[in-house]
C-alpha cells in the first residue's frame, strides 16, 4: 500500500513539473499601462455605449488614447477641466498621459449624451 501511495506520488509530480503547462490566470482587476479606447460609429446615439471600453482602467502614469472610428467629429472633455480633447476627426485619435489614481468622468461637448469613465488604480 505504501509502496503504491509513493509511486502515485511520484507520478504526479513527474506530470506536474514536466509536461502540462497551465496558462497563467490573470488577477480579476487589472490596469493597463496604455489602452485604446474607440468612439465607436454611431456614437452620438449611444451614450455609454459610445466609448469601448467604458470604464477605461489604466494604472497611474498610463496613456489613454481615443481613438475616432465614427464618420463625425467628436471631443473628450473631463468633467473637472483635467483634460480637453479638442475636435477629434473620424480616423483622428487623442492621448493623455494619467498621472494620479482616481475616476474621471468625461463627456462630448458636441454630443453632451455621450459619457466615459477613466479608472485609473
Do not use: E
Amino acid at each position: 500500500m505504501a509502496f503504491r501511495t509513493g509511486l502515485a506520488m511520484i507520478v504526479a509530480l513527474a506530470f506536474t513539473s514536466c509536461g502540462g503547462k497551465t496558462a497563467p490566470t490573470a488577477p480579476a482587476s487589472t490596469s493597463a499601462a496604455a489602452l485604446t479606447v474607440t468612439i465607436v460609429p454611431a456614437a452620438r446615439t449611444l451614450t455609454t455605449a459610445a466609448f469601448t471600453p467604458n470604464p477605461a482602467t489604466l494604472a497611474p502614469g498610463g496613456k489613454l488614447t481615443w481613438s475616432n472610428t465614427d464618420t463625425t467629429t467628436h471631443d473628450m472633455i473631463s468633467d473637472s477641466g483635467l483634460w480637453d480633447s479638442g475636435r477629434i476627426n473620424p480616423g483622428d485619435h487623442f492621448d493623455f498621459n494619467f498621472q494620479t489614481k482616481g475616476t474621471f468622468p468625461y463627456h462630448c461637448s458636441i454630443h453632451p449624451g455621450m459619457v466615459g469613465t477613466v479608472v485609473v488604480q
